[in-house]
């Protein structure tokens, strides 16, 4: 059986991967500055130019950011989705997959998701949840409202799920399917038909009973599946494409 040949690492990322150790290895948390370009220099003996590229990765990957000027160099942040956003956003459009491709994932996910959320959300989880349905009913006559409330329930839900990729991946998949930059548009009865499957939702989860809570956000996201192949099925079938999220 022939061997296979695995390319070497880049230095900048073998560099990279040793500031993410030394970062946890410190303890360090948002804010935190990390030691000055020549004591990093020393420290993972390389040139400048690869060491700035290291650093530069880890600032488009949301770990670092970094600060200018006298007394500025790499801060600690914490990343996001969003680096994922643009990979996955990537990796679809070079296979030319459709906006419904995201749309199956959701629909496939999100239910076992609100199962788990049903027996590990806590208290203080709920409680967001319940003011996402309460500021969603009251902002009705506002999409914007609605919009930011609707991701709002569903990364709850997620992150309520006790799994950490549940949490990204949720994110990150609203992040594509943006109604508001694919041009979706949410008449207030469709609205309202949202709100009351969030209500629903919410309801089952409050109750602790997982059957319930994935049942309801399954016939959710069928419901929102159904209507946005009746009213935008163009959309649903367009290539994704870097730059349109």
Request: hydrophobic letters at 45%.
């Amino acid at each position: 059986m022939a061997q296979v040949s695995l390319r070497p690492q880049k230095t900048a990322m073998l560099v990279a991967q040793r500031i993410v150790a030394d970062i946890n290895r410190r303890g360090n948390t948002v804010g935190d500055r990390l030691p000055p370009e020549r004591a990093m220099l020393d420290t993972y003996e390389v040139g400048r130019g690869t060491l700035r590229e290291s650093l530069r990765f880890l600032e488009l990957q949301g770990v670092l950011s970094l600060k200018p000027g006298p007394g500025g160099g790499p801060v600690v942040q914490r990343p996001d989705a969003t680096s994922l956003v643009t990979a996955l956003t990537l990796l679809l459009q070079f296979e030319n997959a459709p906006f419904r491709t995201v749309a199956e994932a959701r629909a496939a996910l999100e239910p076992m998701m609100a199962r788990l959320a049903a027996e590990r959300m806590d208290d203080e989880q709920l409680a967001a949840l319940k003011s996402s349905v309460d500021d969603m009913r009251a902002g009705l006559s506002d999409q914007s409202v609605f919009l930011a409330e609707n991701k709002r329930f569903h990364d709850i839900i997620a992150r309520g799920s006790g799994n950490t990729m549940f949490g990204y991946l949720i994110d990150a998949l609203l992040g594509i399917l943006d109604a508001s930059a694919m041009g979706f548009d949410y008449p207030e009865v469709r609205r309202s038909a949202v709100c009351r499957a969030h209500v629903k939702i919410y309801e089952a989860l409050r109750d602790r009973c997982p059957e319930k809570s994935a049942a309801a956000m399954a016939a959710h996201i069928d419901e929102y599946v159904k209507y946005a192949e009746r009213k935008f099925p163009e959309v649903l079938a367009a290539p994704i494409v870097w730059g349109t999220v």
